[in-house]
């Protein structure tokens, strides 16, 4: 079952990357496993999927520690980090893609464990401008870039958004392409002359719902949990 839901969203990816007139290989997907097993994730692992996100901390770590017979598995943490969580997130995932303030970038820095790789970031930008919704506002997140590629542990990927559903595939694109702008926006900045500055390569925008208009935006990173897993 979830091996074929996997190979159709595989198609989906395909047929929107070559709709959009883009090399197949530049989409990478996430399967969101959050609230799935460690059963739901082995058959997705069976299938051929390696890279897994998960927005519970104490779930996803539960479910890291127990698939640690796998070596290649990547996890991405992609849930409201607070404070009282970041040593959990630097302990035991290998990204966090919902890094929105300064406070819990430099937290997570110190606790990464130094025989560890850096720890993964994407910014989570509040790109439809929602007044309690968590993600730095766009025109914070020049500042918010600059402080976390100083911090020694932490290495700058790119940016991650959450927007509202869109009512259609216009929409959708409209809003995606926003978090596009920023993206390249950011690229070309003058963090640029920034010497600890590498070119951010992950624009993760995209879930079940609306992969199609986020691939045409430009999206590099999918994050998709129902179509792999079902209905949570
Ligand atoms: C749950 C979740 C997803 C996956 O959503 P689906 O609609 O099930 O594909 C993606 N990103 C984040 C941040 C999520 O919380």
């Known amino acids: ?34 609230t799935f097993g460690d059963d739901a994730v082995a058959q997705a692992i069976a299938a051929g999927q390696l890279a897994f996100g998960e927005n519970y901390i104490a779930e996803g770590v539960e479910k890291i520690v ?33 890094v929105d303030r300064l406070k819990i970038a430099q937290r997570l820095s110190e606790q990464r464990p130094a025989h560890l790789a850096p720890l993964q970031v994407c910014l989570q930008v509040n790109v439809d401008g929602g007044p309690n919704k968590s993600g730095v506002a766009p025109d ?11 911090l020694p542990h932490l290495r700058l990927r790119g940016l991650m958004t959450i927007p509202e559903p869109a009512i259609d595939f216009e929409a959708a694109c409209a809003v995606h392409s926003r978090a596009r702008a920023l993206f ?12 600890r500055f590498i070119p951010m390569d992950t624009l993760s925008i995209g879930m079940s719902a609306d992969i199609e208009a986020a691939i045409a935006a430009g999206s590099t990173l999918v994050r998709v949990g129902t179509a792999i897993f079902g209905q949570r």
């Open 1 to 34: 079952m979830i091996a074929s839901r996997l190979s159709t969203v595989r198609d989906r990816l395909s047929a929107a990357c070559k709709a959009a007139g883009r090399d197949p290989a530049s989409v990478r997907l996430l399967a969101v496993s959050k």
């Open 66 to 98: 127990a698939l640690r017979q796998y070596p290649l598995l990547e996890w991405h943490c992609i849930g409201p980090v607070q404070s009282n969580k970041t040593r959990l997130v630097a302990e035991h995932f290998d990204w966090v893609q919902s």
């Open 140 to 150: 914070e997140l020049m500042a918010l870039a600059e402080a976390v590629i100083a």
């Open 184 to 195: 390249d926006g950011l690229n070309q900045s003058k963090i640029r002359q920034n010497p």
